[in-house]
């Protein structure tokens, strides 16, 4: 089975820089998601990481290490708009993706 | 189509009633998810297809629940005898293959009475 796990809730301050954590445990492995979610909406899609290291886009950068189970998601100079939950999803050998409970972040200003 | 589609957006029925959801993915994507997501929870996975293999049914929560994807596009996701339990958002994902990136639709809200 999968296990992935994440702090429930975060907060930080307007143009801070937050890291949420993600530990998984998987039979399998075929890569690592970042989901943002506002309250409402659907999902959208933030980063993915198949191999090690960190990958960065903008102001998002996600890590991963495979060997350890782990991932963060790096987010800079934040914006009340980043206030969302963000989602740890895993696609193990079964090939669907497996979610997190999300980690609820509030920008405060 | 530009992005995935879903009908109905909201549906609000009574319990014991069955409910037909509809999934249209994006064009050319041969993989597609459904997951349901109850008020501030996460995201729990239903099923899942992938081009013409058996789907992956290992999520349905029971045997009221069930799904199909003909001609390798648009997916129904049934639920029959509706329960007040069943009160949640469905989404719809798809991806261009397996393990690619998915891409969610904006979900239908289901309520049970």
């Known amino acids: 089975g999968q296990n992935i796990d994440q702090p429930t809730e975060m907060t930080a301050t307007e143009g801070a820089i937050v890291q949420i954590n993600c530990t998984y445990q998987?039979?399998?492995?075929?890569?690592l998601f970042w989901y943002q979610q506002h309250a409402g909406e659907a999902p959208t899609f933030l980063s993915y990481n198949v191999l090690d290291g960190l990958e960065e886009k903008g102001r998002f950068s996600s890590f991963l290490s495979r060997s350890k189970g782990y991932s963060y998601l790096l987010l800079k100079e934040l914006q009340m708009k980043d206030s969302a939950s963000y989602l740890c999803?895993?696609?193990?050998?079964?090939?669907?993706?497996?979610f997190g409970s999300g980690t609820q972040l509030t920008v405060l200003p | 189509g530009a992005g995935v589609s879903q009908s109905p957006s909201n549906k609000v029925t009574e319990k014991g009633k069955d409910v037909e959801l509809r999934c249209d993915p994006i064009s050319g994507h041969t993989a597609l998810y459904w997951y349901r997501q109850s008020l501030g929870q996460g995201l729990e996975f239903l099923i899942y297809?992938?081009?013409?293999?058996?789907?992956?049914k290992s999520g349905l929560p029971s045997d009221r629940f069930s799904a199909e994807r003909t001609g390798g596009s648009v997916s129904t996701l049934t639920i029959q005898r509706t329960q007040q339990e069943d009160s949640a958002v469905y989404l719809c994902?798809?991806?261009?293959?397996?393990?690619?990136?998915?891409?969610f639709g904006e979900g239908s809200w289901l309520t049970v009475v």
């Open positions: 998987t039979s399998g492995f075929n890569g």
């Open positions: 297809f992938q081009g013409n293999s058996a789907p992956d």
């Open positions: 994902a798809s991806s261009l293959a397996e393990g690619n990136t998915i891409y």
């Open positions: 999803a895993v696609s193990g050998s079964a090939r669907q993706l497996t």
